[in-house]
């Protein structure tokens, strides 16, 4: 009963190091999503994947790239990480009929020094 | 854009007691959902409760339910007989229903909810 699964749970990384944060969903959800949560600020879409083989920006994308990998992966890349994207990220799925919710993972809390 | 203004950055409730948490959003379509998340300590993002626009009838899902008001724009949680596993950061969210729109959300800032003995 895995969900949506991100990897890693938890980092810290110096700053104009690069990062991948991987997620992978296993109930065939066409659509996946990346927000990163800062406090005070609710969770805030990054990027977004509506289906396999695209991907588009959200609300607050720079300084980051995205890959759908396949139907199941979407992955996060910070290629320089800077101390302003110390945040926790969170990685959702959802399938495509309209009344469903997305599911979120566990969170990634990543830590830039 | 749609904004989500939740004006309560924290709030408390006895064990047992009732409490209504806010939510006001800013949209011009007139189809939409509505959700709550519960965020507890364990940070997982929990799905409480989700409105569809076009249902008058307020949703419930055991001790939660809402308080839908379309034209005010409002969209209230209540919890009632709170216990201590309800102490979490609970946030609410808005989803168009327009084609293309890839059924992203947008959240608001959220509230701490305190559940004391």
């Known amino acids: 009963n895995a969900g949506v699964t991100q990897t890693p749970k938890f980092q810290v990384l110096k700053t104009g190091q690069s990062m991948t944060l991987q997620c992978a969903q296993d109930m065939n959800h066409n659509s996946m999503y990346w927000y990163r949560q800062d406090p005070g600020m609710g969770l805030r879409l990054i990027y977004y994947?509506?289906?396999?083989?695209?991907?588009d920006k959200g609300e607050v994308p720079n300084g980051y790239n995205v890959s759908r990998l396949n139907k199941r992966e979407f992955s996060l890349r910070l290629e320089s990480a800077a101390p302003s994207q110390t945040s926790v990220y969170f990685c959702a799925s959802r399938t495509g009929q309209i009344n469903q919710p997305q599911h979120f993972g566990d969170g990634t809390r990543l830590s830039i020094l | 854009a749609q904004t989500v203004t939740q004006s309560q950055p924290e709030m408390s409730v006895q064990e047992a007691e009732t409490v209504t948490l806010s939510c006001t959003y800013d949209?011009?379509?007139?189809?939409?959902?509505l959700f709550w998340y519960k965020q507890p300590p364990s940070r997982q993002m929990i799905l409480v409760i989700r409105?569809?626009?076009?249902?008058?009838q307020n949703a419930t899902e055991n001790r939660f339910s809402v308080n839908f008001q379309k034209a005010a724009k409002s969209f209230s949680l209540k919890i009632s007989d709170s216990q201590l596993g309800d102490a979490a950061m609970y946030f609410c969210a808005y989803r168009s229903s327009v084609t293309g729109t890839a059924s992203k959300l947008t959240f608001g800032t959220g509230t701490r909810l305190q559940v004391t003995l």
């Open positions: 949209t011009s379509e007139s189809d939409y959902y």
């Open positions: 994947s509506a289906s396999e083989g695209t991907t």
């Open positions: 409105q569809e626009a076009y249902k008058q």
